[in-house]
């Protein structure tokens, strides 16, 4: 992980809902009470603070804001590239929001998107959550020093007792002495890396992380990269 990016970002603390002002006419509520975002605008690039969305008019990739005033009313047309918005199981089109946040004791997730992300610390692991089925990843997680000669010395489990969380995921302080774990979430996917804050005692070989992949029965997982792999539905690399 490069300091200079994790610095950055938001591992301290969540973000709240921005409460919005609601339309003075009925028929907007009468369309839009009953939408799970009702009463709030978006957490990101809303185009205005005083004004309401009219949540009956989302589509996948646009939104409209509407602010009122003593002189009429604007109408803010939103519009996206790609999705910014995805339909929940109650059929409702739902901001994509990538944001971590606390569920209970251990447990955190990015839920507010079409592949939720969560982070479990009680059973020390990732899981993404596709289509209803788990994919865990980072079970176990590891630093492993391999010497010059193929020699193998595992670091040994680490410590997920010290930890601050936020917005963009969770950095485990101290996970081995002057290391710290970070998880990093984006949409629908997470990323894992060590915080190497101090010379370890190494003076050759390299570093290897190590974990354990356990997906569905009968799934395989591939990556495309210099080394490449591709994993059973219980895998240790």
């Known amino acids: 992980a490069q300091p200079s990016r994790i610095n950055s970002l938001n591992f301290s603390s969540f973000s709240k809902a921005y409460q919005t002002k609601l339309s003075s006419e009925k028929e907007y509520a009468i369309k839009n009470s009953g939408h799970p975002d009702y009463g709030q605008l978006p957490s990101r690039n809303a185009p205005c603070s005083d004004c309401f969305e009219d949540l009956s008019q989302r589509t996948a990739d646009s939104r409209i804001f509407i602010k009122e005033s003593a002189q009429g009313k604007t109408t803010y047309n939103q519009f996206a590239a790609g999705a910014i918005n995805y339909l929940d199981g109650s059929n409702h089109w739902r901001e994509i929001n990538p944001d971590l946040r606390f569920i209970r004791q251990g447990k955190y997730m990015a839920d507010r998107q079409p592949v939720p992300v969560e982070i479990d610390l009680n059973n020390h692991c990732t899981i993404l959550h596709i289509n209803g089925e788990k994919y865990v990843f980072n079970k176990g997680i590891s630093l492993v020093h391999r010497a010059p000669n193929g020699v193998m010395t595992s670091l040994g489990a680490g410590d997920w007792s010290h930890f601050t969380a936020g917005d963009n995921g969770i950095k485990i302080n101290e996970f081995y002495p002057g290391i710290d774990l ?21 003076t050759d070989g390299v570093l290897l992380l190590g974990m354990e992949i356990i997906s569905p029965e009968g799934s395989r997982i591939s990556a495309n990269n210099e080394a490449g792999f591709a994993a059973d539905a219980h895998t240790s690399f």
């Open 182 to 202: 970070v998880f990093q979430v984006r949409e629908g996917t997470i990323e894992s890396g060590f915080l190497i804050k101090n010379k370890l005692s190494f």
